[in-house]
T-cell receptor
Framework: GAGVSQSPSNKVTEKGKDVELRCDPI?????LYWYRQRLGQGLEFLIY????????KSGLPSDRFSAERTGESVSTLTIQRTQQEDSAVYLC????????????FGSGTRLTVV | RKEVEQDPGPFNVPEGATVAFNCTYS??????FFWYRQDCRKEPKLLMS???SGNEDGRFTAQLNRASQYISLLIRDSKLSDSATYLC????????????FGSGTRLSIRP
């Protein structure tokens, strides 16, 4: 596709349930990044993929969070046993030339844990 | 200390005014610098990269001061459509690393 695609665009889930968020990067982009943005706050780095490996997962807030990438394409961010503080917009970005040139972001998944 | 710090604003200026934002970063090894624009409930979009010699794109001018570890964005002849949050962003290495974002500065342009 022309841009970074994320699904679902909105997700409401009950506390304690697991959720999966999907990101389809721009075709051919080898680098993929996940960020979290809480309401009224800045972007918080979660994890970075180069190809299918994750050289930097330092931003994952707890072991309830995990992510994988397959085929150097689609990535899935999984949050287990969701908590209310997980409510945020989860943004995915991709790049074909590394961080030197900035990223292109998807429109995000708005997660609400009730 | 946050890795990237910005004045949150809001800046409320009249149409046609010139407005400037500063941003400081903590890691002197930072290599790449950016300004992003984020509209309400939308994803951030790259406004411009910031180069050591400074660079201009129409009404927008970005400057980098490595010695003082800050970058700036100047908007001249502001338009109503410039109302948004402006995010400063810094990458540590030349490639293959994450970009760290500031919390953003809110700008509101009034008629």
């Amino acid at each position: 596709g022309a841009g970074v695609s994320q699904s679902p665009s909105n997700k409401v889930t009950e506390k304690g349930k697991d959720v999966e968020l999907r990101c389809d990067p721009i075709s051919g982009h080898t680098a993929l990044y996940w960020y979290r943005q809480r309401l009224g706050q800045g972007l918080e780095f979660l994890i970075y993929f180069q190809g299918n490996s994750a050289p930097d997962k330092s931003g994952l807030p707890s072991d309830r969070f995990s992510a994988e990438r397959t085929g150097e394409s689609v990535s899935t961010l999984t949050i287990q046993r969701t908590q209310q503080e997980d409510s945020a917009v989860y943004l995915c970005a991709s790049s074909d030339r590394g961080s030197n040139y900035g990223y292109t972001f998807g429109s995000g998944t708005r997660l609400t844990v009730v | 200390r946050k890795e990237v710090e910005q004045d949150p604003g809001p800046f409320n200026v009249p149409e046609g005014a010139t407005v400037a934002f500063n941003c400081t970063y903590s890691n002197s090894a930072s290599q790449s610098f950016f300004w992003y624009r984020q509209d309400c409930r939308k994803e951030p979009k790259l406004l411009m990269s910031v180069y050591s010699s400074g660079n201009e794109d129409g009404r927008f001018t970005a400057q980098l001061n490595r010695a003082s570890q800050y970058i700036s964005l100047l908007i001249r002849d502001s338009k109503l459509s410039d109302s948004a949050t402006y995010l400063c962003a810094v990458a540590l290495y030349s490639s293959a690393s994450k970009i760290i974002f500031g919390s953003g500065t809110r700008l509101s342009i009034r008629p």
